[in-house]
């Protein structure tokens, strides 16, 4: 498989120097995969990968909201070529069959993600071992089975949609704090091993998100805390940030392919936070 420009980890530190625009993130000749692709996140990472010409596998376990991903990105690149999305229906609960499905891969999303807002004494053991398998154990086996090839070609970006929750906690959400958590530990130790490799592994970090998860957690909010939604909104969910909105999910997928890009091959190892301010406290 030919190297595209910004493969290359050798040739872009002289480029960094140079005065000029910054180059488009060229994905062309590269496999991506995404998961928790059919929504949210993963869909706007899905479409802003394809849209830099990588040929995205698209993981999710929704298989109408893949297809409905694969007509989205149709649409979006008409008869410009290059990226292509490739539905691939997962339970990522089945490890073995995750850590497969990441074999091959040049850039590794891991975005998928659950929530259930109860306090400790309330949360159910079960639904805390789910969010820790899908979250951060999935997590680890697609890295497992996406470093070979990555090792060895020399080239290789994991991004890990993280949240400002793996920075800091709240209350009633244990398993998705400690999932996040874990993952930026993951996260950083992937960076270490995969540097003398040409393989970055980095978080994006972002507050809220206008996301179906996300209007899930303002009707459990709502119900745990005895107040309206849109008080929920502005009382809870973004009393600590500064900018008071949610972040758009293709905010988030520009971060994402940035860290693919040709001016992050010197960023490994960190957390790029989107969080308008929250962690500035």
């Known amino acids: 498989m030919s190297s595209p420009s910004t493969g290359s980890a050798d040739t872009t530190s002289a480029a960094a120097a140079v005065p000029g625009p910054a180059p488009v993130v060229d994905l062309r000749g590269r496999t991506a ?9 993963g869909r706007a ?5 394809v849209a830099a010409g990588a040929r995205v596998r698209a993981v999710d376990r929704d298989e109408a909201g893949l297809a409905e991903l694969v007509d989205s990105a149709g649409r979006a690149l008409g008869t410009a070529g290059g990226g ?14 995750a850590e497969r499905a990441a074999a ?6 891991n975005n998928a993600g659950l929530q259930l807002v109860r ?9 805390f071992h789910t969010v820790l398998t899908v979250m951060l154990e999935a997590p680890f086996r697609l ?3 996406a470093l070979p090839h990555m090792y060895g070609q020399g080239w290789g970006r994991i991004v890990n949609v993280s949240s400002v929750h793996g920075l800091r906690a709240s209350a009633y959400k244990s398993a998705y704090v400690a999932a996040k958590h874990g993952l930026e530990g993951l996260s950083k130790t992937a960076a270490l091993e995969g540097a003398p490799h040409g393989v970055t592994s980095n978080c994006v970090n972002p507050g809220y998100v206008r996301t179906p998860l996300v209007e899930q957690q303002l009707a459990d909010q709502a119900q745990a805390h005895g107040i309206p939604e849109e008080r929920v909104l502005s009382e809870v969910l973004l ?28 960023a490994t ?10 962690t500035a406290h």
């Open 45 to 49: 990472c899905t479409l802003r990968l």
């Open 269 to 278: 190892g960190t957390s790029l936070v989107l969080d308008g301010g929250w």
């Open 33 to 41: 995969l995404v998961t928790g692709a059919a929504g949210g996140i």
């Open 104 to 109: 091959g891969t040049d850039v590794l999303v």
């Open 84 to 97: 292509a999305v490739e539905p691939y229906v997962l339970d990522l609960t089945d490890l073995d069959a």
């Open 239 to 266: 009393t600590d940030s500064a900018v008071k909105r949610l972040v758009e999910p293709e905010e988030v997928a520009e971060a994402v392919a940035y860290l693919c890009g040709p001016w992050a091959s010197f």
């Open 143 to 145: 890295i497992r089975g």
């Open 119 to 127: 306090p400790i004494e309330e949360f159910p053991p079960d639904v």
